[in-house]
């Protein structure tokens, strides 16, 4: 199987984008088989009528989809990305575009917060669909982004990273935004998960206790929840714990201790060593605007 890297070209910063529009060429990262990379990938698709398979999984491609295709997962071409699309946008990228100075692409760009959606989805790709009030602001993301990387106009590499960092904040805040999503679609036992989460994510709770609340067994549970989001329930209750710890540190004065147990965790050390395990910092370096340190 190919195994693709990132073509980088001297002075061009090494982000692309491709607009797949029906009745024009399809570009060559849709078209090249089965295959992985080892880039990070956003295919977005705003009018579609296909499907795509990635890794072992046959995804139907709706409007408004956005998938979120980590390094080494399998692309394979049931419906090459521009086929499944009549109107879309892929974006790929060498990791350290987001962390530069980074020895290599797999050392810790998993601690990024811009790339938690990537680091997320290793298991299996994340399909986030778009709201339609949110679709035409984020067309409008992948239009600048290529209108830059085109013109190559003088700055055009600080604009053209400006440009991706805002993408990935809104692909960012669509990923912590998932659970809403899937509230709303016809998964009874979902909507009961994150209901049990959201009401009790500031308690010390676990797998166990929500397994319990809907009178399932923690295995059958975590592999429901895995199979239907490609994330366990442990993963989405400390997702949203932290989604919590990093508004209050950003808008609020309080204490890392009171923070720490207003999110679940009654031990101030262990809520610190989960929240630099995940963030690359401490709550206090997040709060002062500390880089990762990873």
Same mark, same amino acid.
């Given at each position: 199987?190919?195994?693709?890297? *990132?073509?980088?070209?001297p002075?061009?910063?090494?982000?692309?984008?491709?607009?797949?529009?029906?009745?024009e060429p399809?570009?060559?990262?849709?078209?090249?088989?089965?295959h992985?990379?080892? *880039?990070?990938?956003?295919f977005y698709?705003h009018?579609?009528?296909? $499907?795509v398979?990635?890794?072992?999984y046959?995804?139907?491609?709706?409007d408004?989809?956005?998938?979120?295709?980590?390094?080494g997962?399998?692309?394979?071409a049931?419906? /090459?990305f521009?086929?499944?699309?009549?109107d879309g946008?892929?974006?790929?990228?060498? +990791?350290?575009?987001v962390?530069?100075?980074?020895?290599? !692409?797999?050392s810790?760009?998993?601690?990024h917060p811009?790339?938690?959606?990537?680091?997320?989805?290793?298991?299996?790709a994340?399909?986030?669909?778009? /709201? /339609?009030?949110?679709?035409?602001?984020?067309?409008?993301r992948?239009?600048?982004?290529?209108?830059?990387?085109?013109a190559?106009?003088?700055g055009?590499?600080?604009a053209?990273?400006?440009?991706?960092?805002?993408?990935?904040?809104?692909?960012?805040?669509l990923?912590t935004?998932?659970?809403?999503?899937?509230?709303? +679609?016809d998964?009874?036992?979902l909507?009961?998960v *994150?209901?049990?989460?959201e009401?009790?994510?500031?308690q010390p709770?676990s797998l166990?206790?929500?397994? +319990?609340?809907l009178?399932?067994t +923690?295995?059958?549970?975590?592999?429901?929840?895995?199979?239907? $989001?490609g994330r366990?329930?442990?993963?989405?209750i $400390?997702?949203?714990r932290?989604?919590?710890?990093?508004?209050?540190? !950003?808008?609020?004065?309080?204490?890392?201790?009171?923070i720490?147990r207003?999110?679940?965790y009654?031990?101030?050390s262990?809520?610190?060593?989960r929240?630099r395990?995940?963030?690359?910092?401490?709550?206090?370096q997040?709060r002062?605007? !500390?880089?990762p340190?990873?």
């Open positions: 199987m190919p195994v693709f890297g *990132f073509d980088h070209v002075g061009i910063v090494p982000v692309a984008v491709s607009h797949h529009r029906r009745g399809a570009p060559n990262l849709g078209a090249v088989g089965t992985t990379h080892d *880039f990070l990938v956003l698709a009018r579609a009528h296909g $499907t398979r990635i890794d072992d046959t995804w139907t491609v709706n408004g989809d956005l998938f979120v295709i980590a390094p997962q399998v692309v394979s049931v419906d /090459p521009e086929e499944a699309t009549t946008w892929t974006v790929w990228f060498p +990791a350290d575009v962390r530069p100075g980074m020895p290599g !692409a797999y810790s760009w998993r601690t811009l790339l938690f959606p990537f680091a997320q989805g290793l298991n299996r994340q399909r986030l669909p778009v /709201p /339609p009030v949110d679709q035409a602001s984020l067309v409008e992948f239009a600048a982004l290529d209108a830059e990387l085109r190559r106009r003088d055009h590499q600080e053209a990273l400006a440009h991706l960092t805002l993408l990935l904040v809104t692909v960012a805040r990923s935004d998932l659970a809403d999503h899937l509230r709303c +679609a998964e009874p036992l909507a009961a *994150f209901e049990a989460i009401e009790r994510y500031h709770i166990a206790d929500i397994a +319990a609340d009178a399932l +923690a295995g059958h549970l975590t592999t429901v929840v895995r199979r239907k $989001t366990t329930v442990t993963q989405w $400390t997702q949203r932290m989604q919590q710890a990093r508004l209050l540190l !950003a808008e609020t004065d309080l204490t890392v201790g009171t720490s207003r999110v679940g009654p031990d101030t262990y809520f610190s060593k929240f395990a995940r963030h690359g910092v401490t709550p206090t997040w002062d605007g !500390a880089p340190t990873g």
